[in-house]
């Protein structure tokens, strides 16, 4: 059974940073890509990055290119969300799915809430 | 980017009724079409894939259909358990997008 369970999400002032982790299990987690999508309260789904398999290649939202970075280390299992210069907007619940080939969201975590406020 | 048109943003039908929610995107996706389910509180959940394909462990009676612009996403006979938010996604090109969200509701 395939696993993901995100951390780290909290409250954070604006500028702030944080680093999000998704842990996977259950699954050969180097064949997959994996995503971050979000959702502010009350409101829809929203990409926000993705990253190959290797970690060699990397997409972003433009809202959050420059500020966020996603990588993974294979050897843990576990992908990562940095995220630097947070803003109001940015506050959501942040989810990690993995996907076959980049596309679809395959699994999901239950998300990690980050609220950025003063 | 590509922008996904869901309609109609919500909807209420009776137990074994047929249910039928349209995407359209702003331009040809080919077949890059996925739909998600969603309960409050919950993590979305992958319907369907490719336009037409059934994720494991998913029932029968969700279908998904269309190509090019125009999709659909069938529940041939509600269930209770089928009250939730669905989603369109594209993921013909990066951004990846969704649709706005159609809520299902139960009468």
């Known amino acids: 059974e395939v696993q993901l369970v995100e951390s780290g999400g909290g409250l954070v002032q604006p500028g702030g940073s944080l680093r999000l982790s998704c842990a996977a299990s259950g699954v050969t987690f180097s064949s997959f890509w994996m995503h971050w999508v979000r959702q502010a309260p009350g409101k829809g789904l929203v990409w926000v990055a993705r990253?190959?398999?290797?970690?060699?290649?990397?997409t972003y939202a433009d809202s959050v290119k420059g500020r966020f970075t996603i990588s993974r280390d294979n050897a843990e299992n576990t992908v990562y969300l940095q995220m630097n210069s947070l803003r109001d907007e940015d506050t959501a619940v942040y989810y990690c799915?993995?996907?076959?080939?980049?596309?679809?969201?395959?699994?999901w975590g239950q998300g990690t809430l980050v609220t950025v406020s003063s | 980017d590509i922008q996904m048109t869901q309609s109609p943003s919500s909807l209420s039908a009776s137990v074994g009724d047929r249910v039928t929610i349209t995407c359209r995107a702003s331009?040809?996706?080919?077949?890059?079409s996925n739909w998600y389910q969603q309960k409050p509180g919950k993590a979305p959940k992958l319907l369907i894939y490719?336009?037409?394909n059934l994720q494991s462990g998913v029932p029968s009676r969700f279908s998904g259909s269309g190509s090019g612009t125009d999709f659909t996403l069938t529940i041939s006979s509600l269930q209770p358990e089928d009250s939730a938010t669905y989603y369109c996604q594209q993921s013909y090109t990066t951004p990846l997008t969704f649709g706005g969200g159609t809520k299902v509701e139960i009468k």
């Open positions: 799915a993995n996907s076959p080939w980049g596309g679809y969201s395959q699994h």
């Open positions: 331009q040809s996706i080919n077949s890059n």
């Open positions: 990253i190959n398999g290797d970690g060699t290649a990397t």
């Open positions: 490719t336009a037409s």
